[in-house]
């Protein structure tokens, strides 16, 4: 069960601006939409996933870059994930956020990162879903200079209203051998995270990172400068 392409990224457009706000088509934007399609057109994808941007409003400070066409095609997710319910984690879309006092025109280095992620289950076979990380490459490498962040986190969103987090756009219907999967797509979160936080979920989970980064307020909106959560604090000695 499907729904055409073209019908499926109106259907996304309208939840984004009813739940976030009008997208941009200023100039100043342009920058990261054009690093998005050049990710795209480097790794040579089939997928035309594009790039919607929301600006800030008086609500919400920072920038939203949300991913639209990923969730066309249904990922390759493994049955023991899903278990009895096969459309569970099928689709998705990516969102990170920029603050306020982000250079667009000059960092764009989110946007390539999200075509990146965006382009991966197609590419290799594969799904992205909460909990998920994917090195920048092996060592992994810093997205940017100044910058130790080089991992990325695939989390819960949690900087939107409850009711964007899903899009529920066609019902599942019973088969003659079970369920036929409708079409649900959900929201990530993309938290770009340190070497450190990457150990920390291999080793302990990624219950463990979610919830130090929860503690500290780390969300999908980027902020290069913030505390690695994955290092402990040393106390002085009194």
């Known amino acids: 069960m499907s729904t055409p392409a073209g019908d499926q990224r109106a259907a996304l457009r309208r939840h984004i601006q009813n739940y976030l706000g009008a997208l941009s088509d200023d100039p100043v934007t342009a920058p990261l939409r054009e690093a998005f399609a050049a990710e795209r057109a480097r790794l040579g994808s089939e997928a035309a996933i594009e790039l919607a941007i929301v600006p800030p409003d008086l609500d919400r400070e920072h920038t939203l870059l949300i991913t639209v066409g990923m969730s066309d095609a249904p990922m390759a997710v493994p049955r023991e994930v899903q278990g009895n319910n096969p459309e569970l984690y099928r689709h998705a879309e990516l969102v990170l956020g920029l603050a306020e006092d982000w250079p667009l025109a000059t960092e764009t280095w989110p946007a390539t990162l999200l075509s990146r992620l965006a382009q991966l289950p197609e590419r290799h076979s594969t799904w992205l879903g909460a909990g998920h990380t994917v090195p920048n490459g092996d060592p992994p490498l810093p997205y940017a200079g100044g910058s130790e962040l080089c991992c990325a986190l695939i989390a819960p969103t ?81």
């Open 158 to 238: 949690f900087e939107v209203d409850e009711g964007f987090k899903q899009l529920r756009l066609l019902p599942a219907k019973k088969g003659a051998d079970g369920l036929i999967p409708g079409v649900l797509i959900q929201f990530y979160g993309v938290i770009p995270i340190f070497q450190e936080e990457m150990d920390l979920k291999l080793s302990q989970g990624a219950e463990e990172l979610l919830d130090r980064l929860e503690t500290y307020r780390v969300t999908e909106v980027l902020t290069p400068s913030r505390r690695n959560v994955a290092k402990r604090r040393k106390l002085w000695p009194f």
